[in-house]
Each structure stands twice: as structure tokens, then as C-alpha cells.
């Protein structure tokens, strides 16, 4: 069975940066993709952005595409989602999460079928 556990959260001032990192341990782990979401208080879990394992694609979605970068080390079994200028909104807790098929839409969280526990951020002054 597949664990997925993420590293990397914390408190940082309006601007600064953080990686997150989204380790996979267990049996051959060999997703079609993995994606990261994230769920702020009273807010429903939302896409954040998503890689294919062969890290062709990617896709992030438009209100952050132009500060997180997704990537990811095959040989690490690790997915990474960085993160600059954060504003005060991006507080929230992130997943990541493994998507074991193409599916019909990266924004989809029941395109997804393992889960890591989250890893809270925290942006403020």
C-alpha cells in the first residue's frame, strides 16, 4: 500500500516562499499523475496543481500559476509544489494526492485515489 506524506508547511510573512515536498512510500508507486490541493478553513478542498509522472505536463491552476511551480523526482519518489509571493489567501492546508489514470479532469479530487495526511501553510504578517 501506498503512503503518501507531505513536508514542508509552515508560517511565513506576506512574500515568501515555501517548497512543499510530497514523498511516496510503499509498493512500486508508479501514478499517471500526482496533484496537490488545498482546503482553507469553512472552504472546500480545492486543485492547487498537477504533474504527470513523466512530468510532460503539468497544470496549475490560474489564480497561482504565476507564483507555484509543481514538479517532481521520479527517483525520489517526490512531488514538489513551490510556492512564491505567497499572499495571506494561500493559507490552507495542502495535499497531495496520486491519480492512477488519465481521468477527465485534474481538478476532479475523486480522480484521485491516495492521500497524504496535509501539511498546514500559513501566510501572515
Known amino acids: 500500500q501506498v503512503q503518501l506524506v507531505e513536508s514542508g508547511g509552515g508560517s511565513v510573512q506576506p512574500g515568501g516562499s515555501l517548497r512543499l515536498s510530497c514523498a511516496a512510500s510503499g509498493r512500486t508507486f508508479s501514478p499517471w499523475g500526482m496533484g496537490w490541493f488545498r482546503q482553507a478553513p469553512g472552504w472546500e478542498r480545492d486543485f492547487v496543481a498537477g504533474?504527470?509522472?513523466?512530468?510532460?505536463?503539468?497544470y496549475v491552476t490560474e489564480s497561482v500559476k504565476d507564483r507555484f511551480t509543481i514538479s517532481r523526482d521520479n527517483a525520489k519518489n517526490t512531488v514538489y509544489l513551490q510556492m512564491n509571493s505567497l499572499k495571506p489567501n494561500d493559507t490552507a492546508v495542502y495535499y497531495c494526492a496520486s491519480r492512477p489514470a488519465i481521468g477527465t479532469n485534474w481538478r476532479r479530487s475523486k480522480e484521485y485515489d491516495t492521500w497524504g495526511q496535509g501539511t498546514q501553510v500559513t501566510v501572515s504578517s
Open positions: 504533474i504527470t509522472w513523466s512530468g510532460t505536463t503539468t
